[in-house]
């Protein structure tokens, strides 16, 4: 890796003059973070990442905090890296707007530009194969995002300690430990975890400091952190600063004499501790059974895939490497308050002497503080603010105060503030309660929430109210409080009962301030509210966990507020206890994720709709992507899809039917192309939550119910008129609106095709801005509320937005001309990227036996099969009939997610005299995507898409139950998904060679 | 002898056929048919063969072919190719369907016409035949692009047809919204308001009784079965497949006549009450599939004494088919009735079957039938309703007047009993009493066959 020193990098930077400088001389002042929009506020949230950097570098007086310049484009970042020493350190995740980032760091080498480059990453698959060839070596350091931002501290402080190590351990003779881990993903885990345990130790150490020098050179002097990744880079490390090695954590299988060693880690360990004897050394394998060899040389064992592994680990470095309790004090040499937010600043604003407000003011300190924490808006108003514009301290004081407090009543918009009663707006306010992540769906909306505040979606052209419904936060600090109180981690990830464990968490505790905190936000309350999970993991790009977790909805209409916070409080135990679920277990199984990282945020949000009688719902809901698999003439890919039901979002996301239209072509509506076809599929009944009557004496502490209602409900309530048609039966023909005699459809056709609601415009706007934020594909949830008072505007909320899991992978697989022979299948409609040729297991749905009345027997079958092939880890083919995981029994298999997990290729085809438009609203679709499967679609219109089902019948195999037959071949299948060209094919064995 | 004749005289117009008329299988099959059964009467009728009948008849009296440039919503140029068949106008004005399809081409559009012509004359209404249409996609268009297209193909097609010339209805693609917008725009370039196309709008020259018509007409066809074997409906057991258009209007114009309606069905199973149906649960049954669109099932939620049976497919058939009554009426699917549920019907003492759906009886199915002496009413007569009541539509254009919903029942009524009497005779007359299949075959032919002696060589 590339050292780089500000000497060799330009003339020093600003406020050098510091008593300590010799420690830690270089260090990242300046970062160039070269990712989506998106990406970047994934990184820092919602501040906290500059919290954390405040904590260790503006909270100890040093004052160069690193500023962080984040571009998307690859172009953008070569020029502004172009300027000699303008950056100490270039992150930049693997897609950029215009080019790869292998690309992009070979142009920056090409013009000698030596800044170090990290790669960061968030997608598993592609990681894999990038590591797998030699490209990656054109990073000085690869790591992977898994949720967690203190990754961006461990890689700045691992690039400083680097930098640092030499000149420092000679000067005074700092710590280090070494770790050695060439895998990618563990030490990305590990850093951050290492240097928190470091910064807690540091923290002690000041604390018994005789003096503020003393204390900065405490700080200063931490120890540091070596990652090597081959045995011989670790050993010379070791050698040469054995005397000041404060342990040792280190895997068993790395790299030594360039090639892998599976018993590297056991010579090591052997060799450190019989020349240094006092050294903590900690193994760590897979493989439980080298536990005994581990102690044999003397070191210490932790199991890698042990779901408390994270746990353990800092147990471990707790007892070994003598790390106690931290503590935080002011900024400044002088005794002075610390912030932790603007609201904490506005206090300590009211307390501070003047010397401290006019030293800060003199260095733009306040500005500059708020900028890192992305509050541009009141850094420039406070910019201008010198203490000689002001007559005196006071008004300087007063006009910060002031500033501040506008900021905080008219910017709550598009902020993630912490929940305060007196500036929660119920009509707009997204607030926070608990400290730690936001977890994913509520980083999603908090990115919609800032999107809509920047002026992305202006809402006066439409004439509509657009915005994220109002919604508190709990963050996962308060998910592992409760957790912790009630010692329920140890059990939850043990217990394989789901009922036992909703019943454990049903009856555990609530952490009294957020409890506290809840009750006054009920106050503030009347409407009916959405509790929905936001775990780590959820929404992360390439992993949607889609539909794991559990959502709930209440109508918050009792009269006695305790009741009202029970039914809160169990709503929110029971999104806990959800994580802890066999299907969340199961899914997470196949990620690269232990359930020990996964942690809980949850978002309890306004519920949009209206109340109509004793129901409550909304006129429109539904969910749109910017990039559409299924295009009809004359729409590209890129015109984006929606789809939209009436009622709640769950008619949606269960994959029932919908009206689906490009938002830039509403009134294209390939469903009523056909008259029969239109009324026959489409949506008949939607979702509502129940309104009880609000003095309910035995309302009991759960969650609200929701009810299934008839479309003649919807046009007593006066909702149809505006999504409704009428078929008539006499003239065969389906008329827009509801005006006359016949049967309702729902076909959205007054507000798509005669201007009722601009709701294409909108839809189309929000994917562009959508897409714009996050530099790819996005798919969008959202919701109208139309029967809104008179006199106030309707209303358009976003309540979700996030990557869509697209993969763009460099190379490209070409899909050759083969001779329809010695294929199995052929189709030009086609998801994913990518080729394989090692399945030999095929199941099929026999097209001779499948009948739509059994698709739930079918889809038994499958899971049964899927089972068997999954604990056999053999990847299989899937050929199956109708709309694969429907809810709709009636129009395909109605598998679930889990059921099928274990086909890596699936084929759809198409349903014997039935045409059915395949689903796009659906969580199921969603994970398909992103587990990377290849989807190939057969239509029987269409005569370049077949499958020989003459062949499959010939195929050695036997019937598992009635209708699924599952195929042992003998030779591999070659399957190969050209996803940019739309087109795939699976050959059949023996006609094609590796 | 004969059989040499017949297959000399097939053989012979289908090699004609296919040299005149290559690369068009489907209107070959379709002659291929039509000789075949007509071949005993063309031994018959010497004279229709000195006269070329069928030599004629296989031939269009015109083809317009013609194209359709229009524009889409982004000012994008697409050229179609439109077709009107002009099969026969021996017995009335040209009278078939328009097709919007990318599959429509002459072929099949000749094949369509001609098997029109035979349909028409049977319903025994001044209709002729033909068939016409063009490979526009209506997929994914939106309103006003169908309705620039539609008036792109009229701005052609007006020159050719007119209330006494050619009629067109609507078929697959052309739905009442088409029907309109071609409408519109005839009444544009001719200024006549007439009744140039059928499947209009009820406010504006369309007929009632539409969606009425082949669940009625089925049953006032097997009405004349019974009645030609003196018996009546009244009292009669009747099951009823399917639950659909055809279906409900089966089932109320059978109970109308006081027949008791046991079971009805869904493509999930069927439901078999043997308290019979009547006017409520009817009303229930037809919210229940035409509003609510649900599941048939319901209905035994609804009506406790009704048993709900799910499809098996493990069966080789239907059980619906064994249950004790007199008549059925397979009205929901093709090939609906195998051979073994023919047997099952004739065991649990049906005596009569008449076709509601298109084709639901197998071949096979059909001569159990026949073989047990059943009353069958073939498909092409018994739901002939439909077509029926297009030709009313051009009648009341004719005059200017709209018929109540009765007068338009009793109109279809007498038009079945016809259908029912032609084909009676016809089968009588050439030697197979009480087959209505050869019946309605020769009955439809003749007629066409000799309005084309009588008109001199055309």
């Given at each position: 890796m590339r050292t780089a020193h500000p000497e060799d990098l330009g003339p020093a930077p600003r406020n050098a003059a510091q008593l300590f400088q010799e420690l830690m001389r270089f260090r990242v002042r300046e970062i160039l973070l070269i990712s989506s929009p998106y990406d970047a506020f994934t990184l820092s949230e919602d501040g906290s990442l500059y919290e954390s950097l405040l904590d260790e570098y503006v909270g100890f007086g040093l004052t160069h905090m690193p500023n962080l310049t984040h571009v998307s484009r690859g172009d953008e970042a070569l020029s502004l890296a172009e300027e000699p020493g303008r950056f100490d350190l270039i992150i930049s995740s693997l897609h950029l707007e215009d080019m790869h980032s292998v690309e992009m760091v070979h142009r920056l080498r090409e013009q000698s530009i030596d800044t170090p480059v990290v790669l960061l990453t968030y997608d598993n698959r592609e990681l894999a194969s990038l590591l797998h060839g030699d490209r990656a070596r054109v990073f000085d350091r690869v790591f992977a995002w898994q949720g967690d931002f203190r990754i961006l501290l461990a890689i700045i402080n691992l690039i400083e300690d680097r930098a640092n190590f030499e000149r420092d351990t000679a000067l005074v003779g700092v710590q280090s430990i070494i770790l050695i881990e060439d895998d990618v993903k563990f030490y990305s885990s590990y850093l951050p975890l290492i240097y928190t345990a470091v910064f807690e130790q540091t923290a002690d150490l000041i604390a018994e400091g005789v003096n503020p020098a003393h204390k900065l050179l405490r700080m200063r002097a931490r120890p540091k952190i070596i990652l090597c990744s081959t045995y011989e880079e670790a050993w010379e490390y070791f050698e040469q600063y054995h005397e000041t090695i404060l342990g040792v954590v280190c895997d068993i299988e790395f790299p030594r004499a360039g090639g892998p060693d599976v018993a590297a880690g056991f010579d090591f360990a052997r060799n450190v501790i019989q020349s240094h004897g006092d050294i903590p050394v900690l193994l760590q394998s897979h493989d439980a059974a080298n536990r005994a060899r581990a102690e044999e040389v003397g070191a210490s064992f932790l199991r890698k895939d042990s779901p408390t592994l994270l746990r353990d680990l800092k147990q471990y470095m707790m007892e070994h490497f003598g790390f106690g309790d931290f503590i935080f004090r002011g900024p400044d040499g002088t005794e002075v308050q610390r912030a932790e937010d603007l609201r904490a600043l506005e206090d300590a604003l009211l307390e501070v002497p003047d010397e401290s407000i006019a030293y800060h003011g003199r260095r733009n300190d306040f500005s500059r503080w708020l900028k890192a924490r992305t509050e541009f808006d009141l850094a420039h108003r406070l910019r201008p603010s010198k203490v000689s514009d002001y007559g005196s301290i006071a008004e300087l004081r007063e006009h910060l105060l002031e500033s501040i407090r506008q900021h905080r009543r008219g910017h709550q918009r598009g902020r993630v503030v912490d929940f305060d009663a007196d500036t929660f707006d119920p009509a707009r306010s997204f607030a926070r309660v608990g400290g730690g992540s936001l977890g994913g769906k509520a980083r999603g909306l908090a990115f919609a929430n800032t999107l809509l505040a920047t002026g992305a979606l202006d809402t006066e052209s439409t004439g509509v109210r657009i915005s994220v419904p109002p919604a508190i936060v709990l963050g996962t600090d308060v998910f592992d409080r409760f957790i912790e109180d009630n010692d329920l981690l140890a059990f939850a990830i043990r217990c394989n009962d789901d009922a036992e464990i909703l019943d454990r968490f049903r009856a555990a505790a609530f952490p009294r301030e957020e409890t506290d905190a809840l009750l006054t936000y009920l106050g503030a309350v009347h409407y009916p509210l959405s509790v929905r999970s936001s775990s780590l993991l959820e929404d992360s790009q390439f992993m949607p966990f889609a539909g794991v977790y559990e959502t709930f909805m209440l109508?918050?209409?009792?009269?006695?507020a305790a009741v009202r916070l029970e039914q809160l409080l169990d709503s929110v135990r029971r999104v806990y206890a959800s994580t802890f679920y066999q299907s969340a277990k199961h899914y997470l199984r196949s990620?690269?994720?232990?359930?020990?990282e996964e942690k809980m945020a949850v978002v309890v949000q306004q519920l949009v709709g209206a109340p109509h009688g004793d129901r409550y719902y909304p006129d429109v809901s539904g969910v749109a992507r910017s990039y559409n698999f299924y295009p009809a003439d004359p729409m590209t890919p890129e015109d984006g899809i929606a789809v939209v039901a009436i009622g709640l979002g769950k008619h949606v996301v269960d994959g029932r039917a919908t009206v689906r239209f490009c938002p830039r072509y509403p009134r294209h509506l390939i469903q009523f192309s056909s008259v029969e076809d239109g009324v026959g599929y489409s949506q008949r009944t939607f979702y509502a939550l129940e309104l009880p009557a609000p003095d309910t004496a035995t309302a009991p502490a759960e969650p609200g119910r929701l009810v299934v209602e008839s479309l003649e409900r919807a046009e007593q309530d006066g909702v149809l008129g505006a999504i409704g048609s009428t078929y008539s039966r006499e003239n065969n023909a389906l008329y827009d609106g509801i005006s006359r005699d016949g049967t309702r459809v729902v076909t959205f056709a007054p507000i798509l095709k005669s201007g009722l609601f601009p709701l294409a415009e909108i839809v189309e706007r929000e994917l562009a801005a959508g897409r714009r934020g996050m530099s790819g594909p996005v798919e969008i949830e959202f919701a109208v509320n139309l029967s809104v008072p008179s006199g106030t505007p309707r209303e358009f909320f976003l309540l979700q937005i996030r990557p869509m899991a697209i993969d763009r992978e460099v190379e490209r697989l070409a899909v050759v001309d083969v001779a329809p022979e010695s294929l199995v299948c052929r189709s030009t409609q086609v998801l994913g990227h990518g080729a394989s040729d090692n399945i030999l297991d095929v199941v099929v749905v026999d097209p001779d036996r499948f009948d739509r009345a059994q698709s739930v027997v079918v889809a038994r079958e499958l899971a049964l099969v899927n089972t068997e092939l999954e604990q056999q880890s053999k990847p299989y083919l899937l050929i199956t009939i109708g709309r694969l995981g429907s809810a709709d029994p009636w129009l395909g298999v109605p598998v679930r997610w889990d059921e099928i997990s274990g086909a890596r290729v699936i084929i759809e085809t198409q349903m014997r005299g039935m045409r059915i438009v395949p689903s796009q609203g659906g969580h199921f679709f969603q994970n398909l995507v992103a587990s990377g499967i290849g989807y190939l679609t057969v239509d029987g219109d269409n005569s370049e898409s077949f499958v020989d089902w003459n062949w499959l019948a010939g195929a050695p195999g036997d019937y598992r139950g009635t209708y699924v037959r599952h195929l042992r071949l003998h030779d591999p299948l070659r399957v190969v998904v050209d996803g940019q060209r739309g087109r795939g094919l699976v050959a059949k064995p023996g006609t094609w060679q590796r | 002898m004969k059989a040499t004749l017949e297959s000399n005289y097939v053989s012979d117009v289908m090699a004609e056929v296919k040299e005149k008329h290559p690369a068009q299988p489907e209107f070959h099959q379709a002659v291929h048919e039509v000789a075949e059964s007509i071949a005993p009467l063309l031994e018959a009728r010497p004279e229709y063969r000195k006269k070329k009948i069928f030599e004629r008849i296989v031939e269009p009296e015109r083809v317009v072919m013609f194209r359709v440039a229009w524009q889409d919503d982004r000012g994008e140029v697409h050229v179609n190719r439109g077709f009107r068949v002009q099969m026969n106008s021996a017995i009335g004005p040209y009278k078939g369907g328009l097709r919007f399809h990318p599959s429509v081409n002459l072929g099949i559009l000749k094949f369509l016409a001609f098997e029109q012509v035979f349909k028409n004359s049977l319903t025994t209404l001044p209709m002729g035949g033909g068939k016409g249409g063009c490979d526009f996609d209506p997929k994914g268009k939106s309103d006003d692009e169908v309705m620039r297209f539609c008036q792109s193909f009229m701005s052609e097609l007006f020159r050719h047809i007119g209330p006494d010339t050619d009629v067109p209805a609507g078929d697959i693609g052309v739905g009442g919204r088409e029907i309109g917008y071609l409408f519109g725009q005839y009444k544009r370039l001719r200024n006549h308001f007439t009744?140039?196309?059928?499947?209009?709008?009820l406010g504006w020259g369309g007929s009632l009784i539409r969606p009425e018509a082949t669940g009625y007409g089925c049953v006032y066809f097997a009405l004349e079965m019974l009645a030609a074997n003196k018996q009546e409906m009244k009292g009669k057991t009747c099951l009823v497949s399917g639950s659909g258009n055809v279906s409900q209007y089966t089932i109320e114009k059978l109970l109308q006549l006081g027949a008791k309606v046991v079971a009805v069905s869904d493509s999930a199973g069927y439901i078999y009450d043997e308290q019979g149906f009547d006017r409520d649960k009817l009303v229930y049954l037809m919210d229940l599939k035409n509003n609510r669109r649900g599941r048939i099932k319901e209905y035994a939620d609804r009506f406790p004494k009704a048993v709900y049976t799910a499809v098996d497919p493990k069966l080789g058939y239907n059980p619906l088919w064994t249950h004790k009554a007199d008549c059925a009426f397979p009205s929901a699917t093709q090939n609906e009735i195998n051979a073994k549920d023919a047997e099952n019907l004739v065991k649990a003492g049906v005596r009569l079957v008449a076709e509601g759906a298109n084709m639901p009886c197998t071949p096979d199915a059909v001569e159990v039938f026949h073989g047990a002496g059943v009353l069958f009413g073939p498909g092409k007569a018994a739901n002939a309703g439909g077509v029926s009541v297009s030709g009313l539509e051009m009648s009341q254009n004719s005059q200017r007047l709209s018929w109540s919903r009765d007068e338009v029942d009793a109109k279809l009524h007498h038009i079945m009993r016809s259908i029912h009497d032609t084909c009676l005779r016809a089968s009588e007359r050439y030697g197979r009493k009480g087959n209505y299949v050869d019946g309605a075959n020769i009955g439809g032919f003749l007629k066409v066959a000799d309005a084309m002696m009588d008109q001199g060589l055309s």
């Open positions: 109508p918050n209409n009792h009269r006695d990620t690269p994720y232990r359930l020990e | 009744g140039v196309l059928t499947g209009k709008g």
